[in-house]
């Protein structure tokens, strides 16, 4: 049997279970500023906290929702690693993203993961669909909900 075989064979027993919770990573001001230069978006509410802080609700500047989504690569590093055979992972896209709850400068984020579906897609490539919750620590609500693709490319 293939490595690509083997490697579905054994994700399938995974359907519908949490496959991996991230470590905690701070979301500062300072992210937040560079994540703005970088982007060319650097609206009031994420770049200037004395204002943000008395003109929204939020308490403060608020990272920008593509900044959250954005640390989902740091999330599924710390819970996946390579599978046997397995030569690259691929972003394939997002089937849902919902922004519910927004991020605080100061905030503490992490990573929920949940196994969806998963299927071959040709003889080396497997599609995984992910339920990510990007959690706030405190929160009830997350910041964010998302069903992630990524695409497993194995050797020949």
């Known amino acids: 049997m293939s490595s690509m ?5 054994a994700t399938e027993k995974l359907l519908d279970t949490e496959v991996g919770v991230s470590n905690w990573i701070l979301v500062d001001q300072k992210m937040i500023d560079d994540f703005a230069k970088t982007t060319h978006d ?3 509410i994420h770049v200037d ?3 943000a802080a008395a003109e929204t609700p939020f308490g403060g500047a608020i990272a920008h929702g593509f900044l959250t989504l954005s640390l989902a ?3 599924a590093y710390d819970c996946f690693s390579m599978l046997p055979g397995q030569v690259m992972g691929i972003n394939y896209g997002m089937n849902k993203l919902r922004f519910l709850k927004p991020v605080v400068a100061g905030s503490r984020l992490r990573g929920r993961f949940t196994l969806k579906a998963v299927s071959a897609k040709s003889d080396t490539q497997m ?4 339920r990510l919750t990007i959690e706030i620590e ?3 609500t997350p910041a964010l909900i998302a069903d992630w693709l990524g695409m497993a490319v194995f050797k020949d």
Request: hydrophobic share 30%.
């Open 73 to 75: 690569s740091r999330f």
């Open 42 to 44: 650097e609206q009031w």
């Open 49 to 51: 906290p004395t204002r």
């Open 5 to 9: 075989k083997e490697a579905l064979a």
């Open 138 to 140: 405190g929160e009830e």
């Open 127 to 130: 599609l995984r669909e992910n």
